[in-house]
């Protein structure tokens, strides 16, 4: 032709960048393997991973540790390169592997942005946490005292110590480094669902390892600065005092028997009607005489008004004798009440 004469030697400096055989499937090299591995990913569960993602020659094109965020994902359901989906299946929590993908099932023979088309692609990999949208609560119980006669149901209140962090290790919070106990009605919403799990049937002393899937804890959006979307939580909790609490759907309950004047005790100045302060005087002076107990953990003048609106059935502000009503009495209703 035009550029090379006839009968001319031809000298080719030639690089090779990456080759692979149609018929390869994905090349997985294990870099670091937990020596505590309880489960390995499958198909359906969800993984958050860090990555950096090479070319064959080293040339990096894509990291997450640059966005400073995981990776999220389903495994095994199509949702990421078929190289990928299957190299993430039977990962440990905290494993490091590398994953090498051939271009059928990369990107192919076109490629994606700075990948070229028909590249062999690199993933070096580092499973942060992973998750089944199936999973519960895990508890793993550390201490149980030999005394374990009282646990910790609905509507108790409970004062605790716990370190939260990542399965990782990464620790996110403590109370112990606050100096004080978290305190809560169990039951109440007061927490995230999975804690209200975790929490039940615990007695006083105990120490336990609670696990929390993300539909269970803070869900895909995490909290802002301080707990990623769609992490997993570990607790190490310690649970240090119990109040029994009321029977559900109480907020007072009587220690002994009621008057059968109770109305007319009530109304302190005997108009046949009672308002808000004499009712919460009335309250008040029943439980520090340990005639009558509220439900622990909530706030007393909140509680009174809450009981008193339900006996004042027309909104006016005052309870008459045909108004008032005991808890008892109202079979059918559904109300937080005397």
Known sequence: GKEIPGQASLVFDVVL?????????????????????????????FL??????????????????????????????GYVIAGMDEGLLGVCTGEKRRIIIPPHLG????????????????????VVDFHNP??????????????????????????????????????????????????IVLGSGQVVVGMDMGLQDMCVGERRTVIIPPHLGYGEDGVEGEVPGSAVLVFDIELLELVSGLPEGYMFVWNGEVSPNLFEEIDQNHDGEVL???????????????????????????????MFTN????????????????????????????
């Open 17 to 45: 960048l990456d080759l692979h055989n149609p018929k390869d499937g994905i090349s997985i090299e294990n870099q670091h393997v937990p020596e505590s591995c309880e489960r390995r990913s499958q198909t359906g569960d």
């Open 311 to 338: 006996q004042d059935r027309d909104g006016n502000g005052k309870v008459t004798v045909e108004e008032f009503k005991l808890k008892d009495q109202e079979a059918k209703e559904e109300h937080d009440e005397l």
């Open 134 to 183: 199936s999973d519960s609560v895990s508890i793993t119980v550390n201490y149980k005292p030999s005394n374990c006669t009282v646990l910790s149901k609905k509507g108790d209140y409970l004062k605790y110590h716990y370190n939260a962090s990542l399965l990782d290790g990464t620790l996110l919070d403590s109370t112990h480094s606050l100096g004080k106990t978290y305190n």
């Open 276 to 306: 808000l302060e004499e009712f919460s005087d009335y309250i008040q002076a029943q439980v520090d005489s340990g005639k009558g107990k509220l439900a622990p953990g909530f706030d007393f003048e909140k509680i009174v008004k809450n």
């Open 107 to 126: 990107y192919g023979e076109e490629g994606r942005g700075k990948i070229p088309g028909s590249a062999v692609l690199v993933f070096d990999i580092h």
């Open 48 to 77: 958050r991973y860090h990555y950096n993602g090479t070319l064959l020659d080293g040339t990096l094109f894509d990291s997450s540790y640059s966005r400073n965020r995981t990776y999220d994902t389903y495994v095994g359901k």
